[in-house]
């Protein structure tokens, strides 16, 4: 416990402690309004403040290690995914390339018609027409030939392209 004496000494510490505060903030609020006179006298703002701290930030922040290794490793991933991507639409381009002059040339080389890479592709062409005209309710489930599927093919491609887009739905829909 504390003594009167003692009571008396942190109650007067006390207010002189309060008064000195609101000196220092008298102090503090006439420092910045004279802050603030200078900074517009000179042309600045809250905005270009907020910029020049943006920019020394991002400043500061690419000139750190750990940037610099990400920067690295990222650039370098991206050129070795365009590297495969490249390869990998080549490898396409080709495979697409063979398959178009074997097709084209199926007709005339009955050879190449009766290997085994054709013939698979044959069946799946076949299956996947067979399954369209089963989805979009045609009469024809058998199957057909290849030679009947590109025909079919082509007379729809003349119908739509004679009758447009409206004539290809009607005929969808009956």
Not at 1 to 17: P, R
Not at 58 to 68: L, N
Not at 123 to 136: F, I, M, Q
Not at 142 to 167: D, H, I, M
């Amino acid at each position: 416990m504390l003594s009167e004496e003692e009571k008396e000494e942190l109650k007067a510490e006390l207010v002189q402690l309060e008064d000195e505060i609101t000196t220092l903030r008298q102090v503090l609020s006439a420092k910045e309004r004279h802050l603030v006179e200078i900074k517009q006298k000179l042309g600045m703002n809250l905005m270009n403040e907020l910029k020049q701290n943006f920019s020394k930030s991002w400043h500061d922040m690419q000139t750190t290690t750990a940037y610099k290794k990400t920067h690295e490793t990222l650039s370098h991933a991206g050129q070795k995914a365009t590297a495969a991507f490249s390869n990998v639409g080549t490898a396409i381009s080709k495979k697409f390339g063979d398959m178009s002059y074997s097709i084209r040339h199926s007709i005339s080389m009955p050879a190449m018609r009766n290997s085994p890479t054709f013939k698979s592709f044959e069946e799946r062409v076949e299956t996947t027409v067979t399954s369209l005209k089963t989805k979009v309710g045609g009469n024809n489930h058998g199957g057909g030939s290849f030679e009947e599927v590109l025909s079919s093919t082509a007379q729809a491609s003349a119908q739509s392209a004679s009758g447009g887009p409206r004539q290809a739905e009607e005929e969808l829909q009956c």
